[in-house]
Protein backbone atom coordinates (compact mmCIF):
# COMPACT_ATOMS: atom_id res chain seq x y z
CA UNK A 1 0.00 0.00 0.00
CA UNK A 2 2.70 2.40 1.00
CA UNK A 3 5.25 3.58 -1.61
CA UNK A 4 8.87 4.61 -0.50
CA UNK A 5 7.98 7.60 1.15
CA UNK A 6 6.20 6.46 3.74
CA UNK A 7 3.44 7.74 1.99
CA UNK A 8 0.42 6.29 0.36
CA UNK A 9 0.10 7.01 -3.67
CA UNK A 10 -3.56 7.45 -4.66
CA UNK A 11 -3.15 4.86 -7.33
CA UNK A 12 -1.90 2.17 -4.59
CA UNK A 13 -5.05 3.35 -2.52
CA UNK A 14 -7.06 2.92 -5.41
CA UNK A 15 -6.04 -0.23 -6.12
CA UNK A 16 -6.67 -1.61 -2.45
CA UNK A 17 -10.62 0.18 -2.67
CA UNK A 18 -10.45 -2.20 -5.49
CA UNK A 19 -9.72 -5.26 -4.24
CA UNK A 20 -11.86 -4.40 -1.33
CA UNK A 21 -14.76 -3.67 -2.99
CA UNK A 22 -14.18 -6.42 -5.70
CA UNK A 23 -13.89 -9.35 -2.34
CA UNK A 24 -16.42 -7.66 -0.33
CA UNK A 25 -19.77 -10.39 -0.22
CA UNK A 26 -21.76 -7.83 -2.40
CA UNK A 27 -19.53 -7.70 -5.38
CA UNK A 28 -19.16 -11.97 -4.86
CA UNK A 29 -22.83 -12.03 -4.41
CA UNK A 30 -23.81 -10.66 -7.33
CA UNK A 31 -20.35 -12.38 -10.06
CA UNK A 32 -20.82 -15.92 -9.65
CA UNK A 33 -17.54 -17.91 -9.28
CA UNK A 34 -15.47 -18.19 -12.67
CA UNK A 35 -16.61 -14.69 -13.53
CA UNK A 36 -14.15 -12.30 -14.70
CA UNK A 37 -15.33 -9.81 -12.65
CA UNK A 38 -14.41 -11.55 -9.84
CA UNK A 39 -10.92 -10.92 -7.96
CA UNK A 40 -9.64 -14.41 -7.90
CA UNK A 41 -10.59 -15.11 -12.33
CA UNK A 42 -7.71 -16.05 -13.86
CA UNK A 43 -8.29 -17.75 -17.45
CA UNK A 44 -8.20 -21.22 -16.68
CA UNK A 45 -10.53 -23.84 -18.94
CA UNK A 46 -12.28 -24.22 -15.84
CA UNK A 47 -13.17 -20.57 -15.71
CA UNK A 48 -13.71 -20.29 -19.08
CA UNK A 49 -16.81 -22.78 -18.90
CA UNK A 50 -17.98 -20.95 -15.67
CA UNK A 51 -17.82 -17.63 -17.45
CA UNK A 52 -21.20 -19.19 -19.86
CA UNK A 53 -22.42 -21.87 -16.84
CA UNK A 54 -22.63 -19.71 -13.85
CA UNK A 55 -24.21 -16.59 -15.98
CA UNK A 56 -27.73 -15.73 -17.73
CA UNK A 57 -25.76 -16.44 -20.91
CA UNK A 58 -26.38 -20.12 -20.23
CA UNK A 59 -29.93 -19.79 -21.04
CA UNK A 60 -28.45 -19.10 -25.03
CA UNK A 61 -25.55 -20.63 -25.17
CA UNK A 62 -23.67 -23.93 -23.93
CA UNK A 63 -20.64 -23.80 -22.47
CA UNK A 64 -18.84 -25.09 -26.33
CA UNK A 65 -19.58 -25.20 -29.70
CA UNK A 66 -18.45 -26.56 -32.78
CA UNK A 67 -15.21 -24.86 -34.38
CA UNK A 68 -16.89 -24.03 -37.81
CA UNK A 69 -20.21 -22.58 -36.13
CA UNK A 70 -18.33 -19.60 -34.87
CA UNK A 71 -16.89 -19.00 -37.73
CA UNK A 72 -18.35 -15.64 -39.80
CA UNK A 73 -18.61 -17.10 -43.28
CA UNK A 74 -21.30 -19.72 -41.78
CA UNK A 75 -24.30 -17.93 -39.69
CA UNK A 76 -22.39 -14.19 -40.90
CA UNK A 77 -24.25 -13.75 -37.25
CA UNK A 78 -27.59 -12.75 -38.96
CA UNK A 79 -29.81 -14.67 -36.44
CA UNK A 80 -28.04 -12.86 -33.58
CA UNK A 81 -27.88 -9.52 -35.27
CA UNK A 82 -31.95 -10.03 -35.98
CA UNK A 83 -32.32 -10.87 -32.33
CA UNK A 84 -29.94 -8.02 -31.04
CA UNK A 85 -32.11 -5.68 -33.90
CA UNK A 86 -34.97 -7.00 -32.02
CA UNK A 87 -33.48 -5.58 -28.27
CA UNK A 88 -32.21 -2.26 -29.52
CA UNK A 89 -35.82 -1.58 -30.96
CA UNK A 90 -36.79 -2.52 -27.70
CA UNK A 91 -35.34 0.48 -26.13
CA UNK A 92 -35.42 2.93 -28.44
CA UNK A 93 -39.40 1.94 -28.90
CA UNK A 94 -39.64 2.15 -24.88
CA UNK A 95 -38.22 5.85 -25.47
CA UNK A 96 -40.53 6.84 -28.07
CA UNK A 97 -43.73 5.77 -26.03
CA UNK A 98 -42.61 8.30 -23.25
CA UNK A 99 -43.82 10.73 -25.92
CA UNK A 100 -46.58 9.26 -27.89
CA UNK A 101 -50.00 9.25 -27.71
CA UNK A 102 -51.97 6.87 -30.40
CA UNK A 103 -54.49 9.40 -31.19
CA UNK A 104 -55.57 11.72 -33.62
CA UNK A 105 -53.89 14.64 -34.11
CA UNK A 106 -51.85 14.12 -31.14
CA UNK A 107 -49.98 11.24 -32.69
CA UNK A 108 -48.42 13.16 -35.40
CA UNK A 109 -47.50 16.37 -33.33
CA UNK A 110 -46.19 14.36 -30.96
CA UNK A 111 -43.36 13.24 -33.63
CA UNK A 112 -43.01 16.91 -34.81
CA UNK A 113 -42.53 17.80 -31.23
CA UNK A 114 -39.72 14.72 -30.88
CA UNK A 115 -37.92 16.38 -33.64
CA UNK A 116 -37.80 19.67 -32.13
CA UNK A 117 -38.18 19.33 -28.43
CA UNK A 118 -37.04 16.01 -27.09
CA UNK A 119 -33.27 15.69 -26.75
CA UNK A 120 -31.67 13.19 -29.24
CA UNK A 121 -35.79 12.32 -30.25
CA UNK A 122 -35.27 12.25 -33.46
CA UNK A 123 -32.00 10.91 -33.02
CA UNK A 124 -33.68 7.93 -31.38
CA UNK A 125 -36.41 8.15 -33.71
CA UNK A 126 -34.67 7.11 -36.53
CA UNK A 127 -32.69 4.40 -35.26
CA UNK A 128 -36.15 2.94 -34.40
CA UNK A 129 -37.01 3.31 -37.87
CA UNK A 130 -34.05 2.32 -39.87
CA UNK A 131 -33.63 -1.13 -37.35
CA UNK A 132 -37.08 -2.04 -37.73
CA UNK A 133 -36.09 -1.97 -41.73
CA UNK A 134 -33.07 -3.52 -41.43
CA UNK A 135 -34.26 -5.94 -38.89
CA UNK A 136 -36.83 -7.18 -41.54
CA UNK A 137 -33.73 -7.31 -44.10
CA UNK A 138 -31.66 -9.53 -41.66
CA UNK A 139 -34.09 -11.78 -41.00
CA UNK A 140 -34.92 -12.44 -44.43
CA UNK A 141 -31.56 -13.06 -44.99
CA UNK A 142 -31.33 -15.22 -42.08
CA UNK A 143 -33.61 -17.08 -43.82
CA UNK A 144 -32.02 -17.79 -46.72
CA UNK A 145 -28.41 -18.91 -45.26
CA UNK A 146 -30.21 -21.24 -43.55
CA UNK A 147 -31.90 -22.38 -46.42
CA UNK A 148 -29.07 -22.93 -48.79
CA UNK A 149 -27.04 -24.19 -45.77
CA UNK A 150 -30.25 -27.18 -45.43
CA UNK A 151 -30.28 -26.49 -41.69
CA UNK A 152 -33.87 -26.50 -42.06
CA UNK A 153 -33.64 -30.88 -42.29
CA UNK A 154 -33.84 -33.20 -39.90
CA UNK A 155 -33.94 -32.61 -36.76
CA UNK A 156 -34.23 -29.07 -37.36
CA UNK A 157 -37.81 -28.81 -39.45
CA UNK A 158 -39.87 -27.49 -36.56
CA UNK A 159 -37.38 -24.87 -35.99
CA UNK A 160 -37.92 -23.85 -39.46
CA UNK A 161 -41.15 -23.39 -39.01
CA UNK A 162 -41.18 -21.38 -35.56
CA UNK A 163 -38.49 -19.16 -37.81
CA UNK A 164 -41.39 -18.53 -40.31
CA UNK A 165 -43.89 -16.96 -37.49
CA UNK A 166 -41.02 -15.20 -36.42
CA UNK A 167 -40.67 -13.97 -39.92
CA UNK A 168 -44.41 -13.58 -39.44
CA UNK A 169 -44.24 -11.43 -36.41
CA UNK A 170 -41.83 -9.36 -38.04
CA UNK A 171 -43.57 -8.42 -41.01
CA UNK A 172 -46.45 -7.58 -38.37
CA UNK A 173 -44.47 -5.77 -36.10
CA UNK A 174 -43.26 -3.64 -38.40
CA UNK A 175 -45.87 -3.37 -40.54
CA UNK A 176 -48.38 -2.44 -37.52
CA UNK A 177 -45.62 0.43 -36.78
CA UNK A 178 -45.60 1.48 -39.97
CA UNK A 179 -48.95 3.72 -39.27
CA UNK A 180 -47.74 4.86 -35.61
CA UNK A 181 -46.26 8.63 -37.32
CA UNK A 182 -50.57 9.02 -38.69
CA UNK A 183 -48.85 10.98 -41.66
CA UNK A 184 -49.78 10.40 -45.16
CA UNK A 185 -46.64 8.12 -45.87
CA UNK A 186 -48.34 6.09 -43.14
CA UNK A 187 -52.00 6.51 -43.56
CA UNK A 188 -51.82 5.15 -47.58
CA UNK A 189 -49.06 2.77 -47.29
CA UNK A 190 -51.13 0.78 -44.74
CA UNK A 191 -54.47 1.40 -46.45
CA UNK A 192 -53.23 -0.12 -49.64
CA UNK A 193 -52.04 -2.66 -47.27
CA UNK A 194 -55.02 -3.61 -45.33
CA UNK A 195 -56.63 -3.27 -48.98
CA UNK A 196 -55.42 -6.80 -49.97
CA UNK A 197 -56.28 -8.24 -47.20
CA UNK A 198 -60.14 -7.58 -47.77
CA UNK A 199 -59.44 -10.02 -50.57
CA UNK A 200 -59.28 -12.83 -48.70
CA UNK A 201 -61.66 -15.31 -50.06
CA UNK A 202 -64.79 -15.49 -48.19
CA UNK A 203 -63.66 -13.40 -44.97
CA UNK A 204 -62.25 -11.24 -46.85
CA UNK A 205 -64.89 -8.01 -45.04
CA UNK A 206 -64.34 -9.56 -41.97
CA UNK A 207 -60.43 -9.89 -42.15
CA UNK A 208 -60.61 -6.28 -43.19
CA UNK A 209 -62.75 -5.06 -40.56
CA UNK A 210 -60.76 -6.90 -37.73
CA UNK A 211 -57.57 -5.20 -38.88
CA UNK A 212 -58.15 -1.91 -38.80
CA UNK A 213 -61.41 -2.09 -36.31
CA UNK A 214 -63.94 -0.56 -38.78
CA UNK A 215 -64.81 -0.02 -42.24
CA UNK A 216 -62.09 2.13 -42.99
CA UNK A 217 -59.22 3.13 -41.33
CA UNK A 218 -59.80 6.00 -38.53
CA UNK A 219 -58.17 6.98 -35.58
CA UNK A 220 -59.76 3.80 -33.59
CA UNK A 221 -57.47 1.51 -35.97
CA UNK A 222 -54.23 3.78 -34.48
CA UNK A 223 -55.19 2.56 -31.35
CA UNK A 224 -56.10 -1.02 -32.29
CA UNK A 225 -52.26 -1.31 -34.20
CA UNK A 226 -50.68 0.44 -31.72
CA UNK A 227 -51.56 -1.71 -28.93
CA UNK A 228 -50.38 -4.32 -30.94
CA UNK A 229 -47.01 -2.62 -31.92
CA UNK A 230 -45.82 -2.33 -27.95
CA UNK A 231 -47.41 -4.95 -26.47
CA UNK A 232 -49.44 -7.94 -28.06
CA UNK A 233 -47.05 -8.64 -31.10
CA UNK A 234 -43.29 -8.04 -28.95
CA UNK A 235 -44.72 -10.48 -26.16
CA UNK A 236 -45.59 -13.38 -28.87
CA UNK A 237 -42.74 -12.61 -30.78
CA UNK A 238 -40.26 -12.91 -27.37
CA UNK A 239 -42.21 -16.31 -26.96
CA UNK A 240 -41.80 -17.57 -30.29
CA UNK A 241 -37.59 -16.40 -30.13
CA UNK A 242 -37.27 -18.20 -26.72
CA UNK A 243 -38.71 -21.43 -28.58
CA UNK A 244 -36.55 -20.74 -30.96
CA UNK A 245 -33.45 -20.27 -29.15
CA UNK A 246 -33.98 -23.41 -27.35
CA UNK A 247 -34.66 -25.49 -30.12
CA UNK A 248 -31.38 -24.86 -31.62
CA UNK A 249 -30.00 -25.90 -28.93
CA UNK A 250 -31.92 -29.04 -28.48
CA UNK A 251 -31.23 -29.88 -31.89
CA UNK A 252 -27.66 -29.71 -31.37
CA UNK A 253 -26.54 -26.09 -31.87
CA UNK A 254 -26.13 -24.97 -35.36
CA UNK A 255 -26.20 -27.64 -38.10
CA UNK A 256 -22.68 -29.12 -39.50
CA UNK A 257 -20.44 -27.63 -41.71
CA UNK A 258 -21.42 -28.42 -45.38
CA UNK B 1 -6.69 -60.59 -2.51
CA UNK B 2 -4.73 -57.73 -3.52
CA UNK B 3 -2.91 -56.33 -1.00
CA UNK B 4 -4.65 -52.78 1.07
CA UNK B 5 -2.09 -50.08 1.11
CA UNK B 6 -1.20 -49.81 4.97
CA UNK B 7 -2.81 -46.58 5.32
CA UNK B 8 -6.18 -47.44 4.29
CA UNK B 9 -6.13 -50.70 6.61
CA UNK B 10 -5.19 -48.67 8.97
CA UNK B 11 -8.06 -46.04 8.65
CA UNK B 12 -10.27 -49.24 8.58
CA UNK B 13 -9.12 -50.66 11.78
CA UNK B 14 -9.57 -47.53 13.80
CA UNK B 15 -12.99 -47.47 12.25
CA UNK B 16 -13.57 -50.98 13.16
CA UNK B 17 -11.68 -49.89 16.95
CA UNK B 18 -13.93 -47.29 17.40
CA UNK B 19 -17.34 -49.06 16.64
CA UNK B 20 -16.50 -52.19 18.77
CA UNK B 21 -14.54 -50.72 21.63
CA UNK B 22 -11.24 -52.95 20.41
CA UNK B 23 -7.32 -51.37 20.61
CA UNK B 24 -6.94 -50.80 17.09
CA UNK B 25 -3.64 -52.15 17.33
CA UNK B 26 -5.13 -55.65 18.00
CA UNK B 27 -7.70 -55.12 15.61
CA UNK B 28 -5.41 -54.40 12.97
CA UNK B 29 -2.97 -57.29 13.68
CA UNK B 30 -6.28 -59.44 13.09
CA UNK B 31 -6.45 -57.76 9.74
CA UNK B 32 -3.35 -58.29 8.60
CA UNK B 33 -3.51 -62.28 9.65
CA UNK B 34 -0.73 -61.72 12.37
CA UNK B 35 -2.56 -62.81 15.89
CA UNK B 36 -5.74 -64.32 14.07
CA UNK B 37 -5.85 -67.72 12.23
CA UNK B 38 -5.60 -66.97 9.15
CA UNK B 39 -8.07 -69.09 6.67
CA UNK B 40 -4.50 -70.48 5.53
CA UNK B 41 -5.00 -71.19 1.65
CA UNK B 42 -2.32 -73.84 1.39
CA UNK B 43 -3.79 -75.89 4.42
CA UNK B 44 -7.16 -76.01 1.92
CA UNK B 45 -5.53 -77.23 -0.02
CA UNK B 46 -2.84 -79.90 2.03
CA UNK B 47 -5.45 -80.96 4.21
CA UNK B 48 -7.59 -83.49 3.06
CA UNK B 49 -10.98 -82.12 3.42
CA UNK B 50 -13.32 -83.72 6.27
CA UNK B 51 -16.49 -84.21 5.00
CA UNK B 52 -18.18 -81.39 5.56
CA UNK B 53 -21.14 -82.87 6.95
CA UNK B 54 -19.98 -85.76 9.52
CA UNK B 55 -17.63 -83.53 11.03
CA UNK B 56 -18.27 -81.54 13.84
CA UNK B 57 -15.33 -79.31 11.96
CA UNK B 58 -18.35 -77.48 9.88
CA UNK B 59 -19.62 -75.93 13.17
CA UNK B 60 -20.78 -72.08 12.54
CA UNK B 61 -20.00 -69.43 15.52
CA UNK B 62 -22.55 -67.44 13.89
CA UNK B 63 -21.69 -64.52 16.40
CA UNK B 64 -18.11 -64.28 14.90
CA UNK B 65 -19.08 -64.54 11.68
CA UNK B 66 -21.64 -61.81 12.09
CA UNK B 67 -19.31 -59.29 12.86
CA UNK B 68 -16.33 -60.49 10.90
CA UNK B 69 -18.59 -59.70 7.82
CA UNK B 70 -20.66 -57.26 9.49
CA UNK B 71 -23.98 -59.10 8.48
CA UNK B 72 -26.61 -59.33 11.37
CA UNK B 73 -26.87 -62.33 12.92
CA UNK B 74 -30.23 -63.02 12.57
CA UNK B 75 -29.72 -63.05 8.42
CA UNK B 76 -26.65 -65.40 8.79
CA UNK B 77 -28.88 -67.71 10.53
CA UNK B 78 -32.07 -67.39 8.33
CA UNK B 79 -29.34 -67.76 4.87
CA UNK B 80 -28.29 -70.98 7.19
CA UNK B 81 -31.82 -72.17 8.13
CA UNK B 82 -32.92 -72.05 4.16
CA UNK B 83 -29.33 -73.30 2.67
CA UNK B 84 -30.19 -76.38 4.72
CA UNK B 85 -33.99 -76.66 3.65
CA UNK B 86 -32.60 -76.39 0.00
CA UNK B 87 -29.84 -79.32 0.58
CA UNK B 88 -31.94 -81.28 2.63
CA UNK B 89 -28.91 -81.24 5.15
CA UNK B 90 -29.76 -81.09 8.60
CA UNK B 91 -29.48 -77.70 10.57
CA UNK B 92 -27.18 -78.59 14.30
CA UNK B 93 -27.76 -75.40 16.12
CA UNK B 94 -24.29 -73.36 15.51
CA UNK B 95 -22.62 -76.64 13.62
CA UNK B 96 -24.64 -76.85 10.81
CA UNK B 97 -23.25 -78.12 7.28
CA UNK B 98 -21.99 -75.74 5.27
CA UNK B 99 -23.39 -76.04 1.89
CA UNK B 100 -22.00 -77.83 -0.46
CA UNK B 101 -22.20 -74.71 -2.92
CA UNK B 102 -20.48 -73.26 -0.49
CA UNK B 103 -17.85 -76.18 0.06
CA UNK B 104 -16.24 -75.32 -3.80
CA UNK B 105 -15.14 -71.62 -2.54
CA UNK B 106 -12.98 -73.60 0.22
CA UNK B 107 -15.86 -73.80 2.99
CA UNK B 108 -14.76 -77.14 4.81
CA UNK B 109 -11.08 -77.44 5.16
CA UNK B 110 -11.77 -75.79 8.46
CA UNK B 111 -9.88 -77.97 10.58
CA UNK B 112 -9.99 -77.52 14.39
CA UNK B 113 -12.29 -75.97 16.79
CA UNK B 114 -9.69 -73.38 16.82
CA UNK B 115 -10.73 -72.73 12.90
CA UNK B 116 -14.44 -72.37 13.49
CA UNK B 117 -14.41 -68.91 13.20
CA UNK B 118 -13.81 -69.15 9.59
CA UNK B 119 -16.19 -70.90 7.66
CA UNK B 120 -15.05 -69.47 3.71
CA UNK B 121 -14.28 -66.72 1.52
CA UNK B 122 -11.60 -63.90 2.22
CA UNK B 123 -9.57 -63.30 5.08
CA UNK B 124 -10.79 -61.84 8.04
CA UNK B 125 -11.22 -58.18 7.92
CA UNK B 126 -11.99 -57.58 4.33
CA UNK B 127 -15.70 -57.67 3.40
CA UNK B 128 -17.22 -59.24 0.30
CA UNK B 129 -19.66 -57.97 -2.32
CA UNK B 130 -21.61 -60.12 -4.15
CA UNK B 131 -22.49 -58.97 -7.94
CA UNK B 132 -26.40 -59.63 -8.17
CA UNK B 133 -26.87 -57.81 -11.36
CA UNK B 134 -25.67 -55.42 -14.07
CA UNK B 135 -27.50 -52.79 -15.05
CA UNK B 136 -27.22 -52.30 -18.41
CA UNK B 137 -26.51 -48.04 -18.65
CA UNK B 138 -29.16 -46.83 -20.55
CA UNK B 139 -29.61 -43.10 -20.54
CA UNK B 140 -33.55 -41.54 -20.40
CA UNK B 141 -32.67 -39.46 -23.85
CA UNK B 142 -30.24 -41.61 -26.14
CA UNK B 143 -27.47 -39.41 -26.59
CA UNK B 144 -25.62 -40.92 -29.97
CA UNK B 145 -22.34 -37.99 -29.96
CA UNK B 146 -19.46 -38.51 -31.95
CA UNK B 147 -16.92 -36.44 -31.28
CA UNK B 148 -16.81 -33.08 -32.95
CA UNK B 149 -14.06 -30.33 -32.71
CA UNK B 150 -15.39 -27.65 -30.11
CA UNK B 151 -14.30 -24.34 -28.88
CA UNK B 152 -15.02 -22.67 -25.93
CA UNK B 153 -17.46 -19.87 -25.64
CA UNK B 154 -16.07 -17.96 -24.18
CA UNK B 155 -14.16 -15.95 -25.04
CA UNK B 156 -14.09 -17.04 -28.74
CA UNK B 157 -17.76 -17.03 -29.61
CA UNK B 158 -19.04 -13.82 -27.19
CA UNK B 159 -15.90 -12.21 -28.75
CA UNK B 160 -17.48 -12.36 -32.14
CA UNK B 161 -21.27 -11.29 -31.01
CA UNK B 162 -19.65 -8.27 -29.27
CA UNK B 163 -17.35 -7.21 -32.26
CA UNK B 164 -21.02 -7.54 -33.91
CA UNK B 165 -23.29 -6.26 -31.87
CA UNK B 166 -21.08 -3.09 -31.65
CA UNK B 167 -20.40 -3.10 -35.32
CA UNK B 168 -24.49 -3.29 -36.02
CA UNK B 169 -24.71 -0.46 -33.17
CA UNK B 170 -22.09 2.07 -34.76
CA UNK B 171 -23.86 1.08 -37.90
CA UNK B 172 -27.36 2.08 -37.15
CA UNK B 173 -25.69 4.96 -35.08
CA UNK B 174 -24.53 6.51 -37.79
CA UNK B 175 -26.78 5.96 -40.62
CA UNK B 176 -29.59 7.24 -37.50
CA UNK B 177 -27.33 10.40 -37.38
CA UNK B 178 -27.53 11.47 -40.95
CA UNK B 179 -30.61 9.81 -42.16
CA UNK B 180 -33.64 11.26 -40.94
CA UNK B 181 -36.96 9.40 -40.98
CA UNK B 182 -39.59 10.28 -42.96
CA UNK B 183 -42.87 12.62 -41.53
CA UNK B 184 -45.03 13.64 -44.13
CA UNK B 185 -47.89 15.67 -43.92
CA UNK B 186 -50.65 15.27 -41.76
CA UNK B 187 -53.01 12.26 -42.48
CA UNK B 188 -55.62 13.60 -44.93
CA UNK B 189 -58.36 10.87 -45.69
CA UNK B 190 -59.54 12.88 -49.21
CA UNK B 191 -56.06 13.63 -50.67
CA UNK B 192 -54.66 9.75 -51.63
CA UNK B 193 -50.92 10.52 -52.96
CA UNK B 194 -50.04 9.53 -56.35
CA UNK B 195 -48.46 6.77 -56.26
CA UNK B 196 -49.63 5.49 -53.37
CA UNK B 197 -47.29 2.37 -51.95
CA UNK B 198 -47.11 0.15 -49.36
CA UNK B 199 -43.65 -0.42 -46.96
CA UNK B 200 -41.32 -2.31 -49.16
CA UNK B 201 -41.44 -5.74 -48.14
CA UNK B 202 -44.87 -5.89 -49.41
CA UNK B 203 -44.26 -3.90 -52.86
CA UNK B 204 -43.43 -7.22 -54.04
CA UNK B 205 -46.90 -7.93 -54.03
CA UNK B 206 -48.54 -4.46 -54.95
CA UNK B 207 -46.31 -5.54 -58.24
CA UNK B 208 -48.11 -9.08 -58.83
CA UNK B 209 -51.03 -6.34 -58.37
CA UNK B 210 -50.52 -4.74 -61.62
CA UNK B 211 -50.49 -8.28 -63.17
CA UNK B 212 -53.66 -10.14 -61.91
CA UNK B 213 -56.53 -10.15 -59.95
CA UNK B 214 -56.48 -8.60 -56.46
CA UNK B 215 -56.94 -11.89 -55.33
CA UNK B 216 -54.82 -13.82 -56.61
CA UNK B 217 -51.89 -11.68 -56.23
CA UNK B 218 -53.03 -10.07 -52.81
CA UNK B 219 -53.84 -13.12 -50.99
CA UNK B 220 -54.00 -16.90 -53.24
CA UNK B 221 -49.89 -15.99 -54.20
CA UNK B 222 -48.63 -14.82 -50.79
CA UNK B 223 -50.76 -17.60 -48.94
CA UNK B 224 -49.46 -20.60 -51.22
CA UNK B 225 -45.94 -18.98 -51.09
CA UNK B 226 -46.02 -18.83 -47.55
CA UNK B 227 -47.40 -22.61 -47.25
CA UNK B 228 -44.82 -23.47 -49.53
CA UNK B 229 -42.07 -22.03 -47.89
CA UNK B 230 -43.43 -23.95 -44.47
CA UNK B 231 -43.52 -27.15 -45.45
CA UNK B 232 -40.20 -26.84 -47.31
CA UNK B 233 -38.24 -29.57 -44.26
CA UNK B 234 -41.41 -31.78 -44.79
CA UNK B 235 -40.67 -31.99 -48.85
CA UNK B 236 -37.51 -31.98 -49.37
CA UNK B 237 -36.42 -35.50 -47.92
CA UNK B 238 -32.97 -34.86 -49.21
CA UNK B 239 -30.63 -35.66 -46.48
CA UNK B 240 -27.51 -33.98 -47.56
CA UNK B 241 -26.35 -30.65 -47.25
CA UNK B 242 -24.03 -30.62 -49.59
CA UNK B 243 -24.52 -27.58 -52.58
CA UNK B 244 -23.31 -30.50 -55.10
CA UNK B 245 -26.15 -32.70 -53.93
CA UNK B 246 -29.01 -30.63 -53.68
CA UNK B 247 -29.01 -29.12 -57.14
CA UNK B 248 -32.64 -28.93 -57.78
CA UNK B 249 -33.76 -27.62 -54.30
CA UNK B 250 -31.13 -25.07 -54.65
CA UNK B 251 -32.46 -23.96 -58.06
CA UNK B 252 -36.17 -23.70 -57.30
CA UNK B 253 -35.74 -21.71 -54.21
CA UNK B 254 -33.22 -19.19 -55.85
CA UNK B 255 -35.39 -18.88 -58.35
CA UNK B 256 -38.22 -17.53 -56.03
CA UNK B 257 -36.21 -15.67 -54.16
CA UNK B 258 -35.11 -13.88 -57.11
CA UNK B 259 -38.77 -13.30 -58.34
CA UNK B 260 -39.48 -12.10 -55.35
CA UNK B 261 -36.28 -9.42 -55.44
CA UNK B 262 -37.34 -8.25 -59.37
CA UNK B 263 -40.60 -7.99 -57.75
CA UNK B 264 -39.91 -6.01 -55.25
CA UNK B 265 -36.85 -3.77 -56.76
CA UNK B 266 -39.47 -3.41 -59.78
CA UNK B 267 -42.48 -2.08 -57.54
CA UNK B 268 -39.69 0.27 -55.16
CA UNK B 269 -38.15 1.84 -58.30
CA UNK B 270 -39.37 1.23 -61.51
CA UNK B 271 -43.59 2.48 -60.64
CA UNK B 272 -44.45 6.04 -60.50
CA UNK B 273 -47.76 7.92 -60.85
CA UNK B 274 -50.53 5.66 -61.30
CA UNK B 275 -48.29 2.70 -60.55
CA UNK B 276 -47.21 3.31 -63.56
CA UNK B 277 -43.37 1.96 -65.24
CA UNK B 278 -41.19 4.41 -64.69
CA UNK B 279 -37.03 4.67 -65.11
CA UNK B 280 -36.11 5.79 -62.24
CA UNK B 281 -32.97 7.63 -64.12
CA UNK B 282 -35.11 9.84 -66.10
CA UNK B 283 -38.21 9.95 -64.15
CA UNK B 284 -36.99 10.10 -60.94
CA UNK B 285 -37.96 7.40 -58.22
CA UNK B 286 -41.09 7.57 -55.75
CA UNK B 287 -40.26 5.75 -52.59
CA UNK B 288 -40.95 7.46 -49.72
CA UNK B 289 -39.13 4.97 -47.68
CA UNK B 290 -35.91 6.18 -48.08
CA UNK B 291 -37.01 10.06 -48.85
CA UNK B 292 -34.08 10.87 -46.88
CA UNK B 293 -31.82 10.37 -49.05
CA UNK B 294 -33.50 10.86 -52.74
CA UNK B 295 -34.32 14.46 -51.62
C1 LIG C 1 -37.06 -12.68 -35.48
C2 LIG C 1 -36.51 -13.48 -36.29
C3 LIG C 1 -35.41 -14.49 -36.00
C4 LIG C 1 -34.45 -14.51 -35.03
C5 LIG C 1 -34.19 -13.45 -33.96
C6 LIG C 1 -33.67 -15.71 -35.21
C7 LIG C 1 -32.56 -16.06 -34.46
C8 LIG C 1 -31.78 -17.17 -34.69
C9 LIG C 1 -30.49 -17.40 -34.13
C10 LIG C 1 -29.76 -16.46 -33.16
C11 LIG C 1 -30.03 -18.58 -34.60
C12 LIG C 1 -28.64 -19.20 -34.33
C13 LIG C 1 -27.84 -19.32 -35.60
C14 LIG C 1 -27.68 -18.10 -36.45
O1 LIG C 1 -27.45 -17.00 -35.91
O2 LIG C 1 -27.80 -18.22 -37.68
C15 LIG C 1 -31.06 -19.13 -35.44
C16 LIG C 1 -30.99 -20.35 -36.09
C17 LIG C 1 -31.98 -20.84 -36.92
N1 LIG C 1 -33.04 -20.13 -37.43
FE1 LIG C 1 -33.61 -18.31 -36.84
N2 LIG C 1 -34.18 -16.43 -36.26
C18 LIG C 1 -35.24 -15.71 -36.78
C19 LIG C 1 -36.01 -16.04 -37.87
C20 LIG C 1 -35.90 -17.23 -38.56
C21 LIG C 1 -36.57 -17.53 -39.79
C22 LIG C 1 -37.47 -16.56 -40.56
C23 LIG C 1 -36.24 -18.82 -40.11
C24 LIG C 1 -36.67 -19.66 -41.30
C25 LIG C 1 -37.79 -19.63 -41.86
C26 LIG C 1 -35.36 -19.33 -39.08
C27 LIG C 1 -34.85 -20.61 -39.02
C28 LIG C 1 -33.77 -20.97 -38.25
C29 LIG C 1 -33.17 -22.28 -38.24
C30 LIG C 1 -33.67 -23.52 -39.00
C31 LIG C 1 -32.05 -22.21 -37.40
C32 LIG C 1 -31.03 -23.31 -37.09
C33 LIG C 1 -29.89 -23.06 -38.05
C34 LIG C 1 -28.72 -23.96 -37.85
O3 LIG C 1 -28.74 -24.82 -36.98
O4 LIG C 1 -27.73 -23.75 -38.59
N3 LIG C 1 -35.15 -18.32 -38.16
N4 LIG C 1 -32.11 -18.24 -35.50
Known sequence: MADGNGKTSVK???????????????????????????????????NRAYVVMNNVLYHLHPVKVKRHGIKLSYTLCLGGLSFFLFILLTVTGIFLMFYYRPTSPQAYFDLQALATDVAFGQLVRNMHRWGAHIMVLTVFLHMTRVFYHGSYKPPR????????????????????????????LALWAVTVGTNMAAYTPVFGAQVSF???GGIQITADTLLRWYVLHVLFLPFIITIFMAVHFWRVRKDGGISGPL | MAQLP??????????????????????????????????ATASASGAPAPDAGSNSGSLRDLDAESTQYGIPKELLERAMFARARKDGTPVPAMAGAAAPAASATAAAPAA???????????PPGVRTQRL???????????????????VNVWPHLLAIEFVALLAMSAFLFILSAFMD????????????????????YFLGLQELLAYFDPQVAGVIIPGFGLAALAFIPYVDRNPSVRPSSRKFAISLFTVFFMGAAVLTIFGSFFRGPGFNFVFPWSDGIFFDDLLAILE
Request: net charge negative.
Open chain 2, 112 to 122: GPALAAVVSGP
Open chain 1, 210 to 212: ALI
Open chain 1, 12 to 46: SAAAGLGDHIRNSEVWTSIFRPGSPMRADYSDSPR
Open chain 2, 181 to 200: APLLEFANFNEQPNPSKAPW
Open chain 2, 132 to 150: LTVVQAGAIQGTTKEPADK
Open chain 1, 157 to 184: EFNWIVGIILLLLTLLLSFTGYLLPWDQ
Open chain 2, 6 to 39: DHLLKRAAEARAKAEGRPVDEILAEMKGESSPAP
